[in-house]
Nanobody, 124 residues
Framework: QLQLVESGGGLVQPGGSLRLSCVVS????????IGWFRQVPEKEREAVSC????????KYADSVKGRFTISGDNAGDTVYLQMNSLKPEDTGIYYC?????????????????WGQGAQVTVSS
């Protein structure tokens, strides 16, 4: 059974950092591309970053470029999202998701498996 579990969310002041983890089971990072998404009430879920299963190419939303870094561990079962210089507008529920495609997508379409989400709140 394929599962994704996020952790590492919390409350942080503007300018602070958090690292989210997405632990996968039932598959490895060589089998699926992984995306990170965030959602706030009354808005559509938006792509934040993704990492491809082949070549480990990465993509970022313009709003987080230079501040967020996505990476996968060598064991092949955890994807991280390092978030620095956090802003109040980064607040939301962060989800990781898996897509069978070779190249990761910056959009929700195509992601078949989703985690339960982790709350990130950036506030003073």
């Amino acid at each position: 059974q394929l599962q994704l579990v996020e952790s590492g969310g919390g409350l942080v002041q503007p300018g602070g950092s958090l690292r989210l983890s997405c632990v996968v089971s039932g598959f490895t990072l060589n089998d699926y591309s992984i995306g990170w998404f965030r959602q706030v009430p009354e808005k559509e879920r938006e792509a934040v970053s993704c990492i491809s299963r082949i070549g480990k190419n990465t993509k970022y939303a313009d709003s987080v470029k230079g501040r967020f870094t996505i990476s996968g561990d060598n064991a092949g079962d955890t994807v991280y999202l390092q978030m620095n210089s956090l802003k109040p507008e980064d607040t939301g529920i962060y989800y990781c998701a898996a897509d069978r495609g070779y190249v990761c997508l910056m959009g929700t379409f195509g992601y078949q498996y989703w985690g339960q989400g982790a709350q990130v709140t950036v506030s003073s």
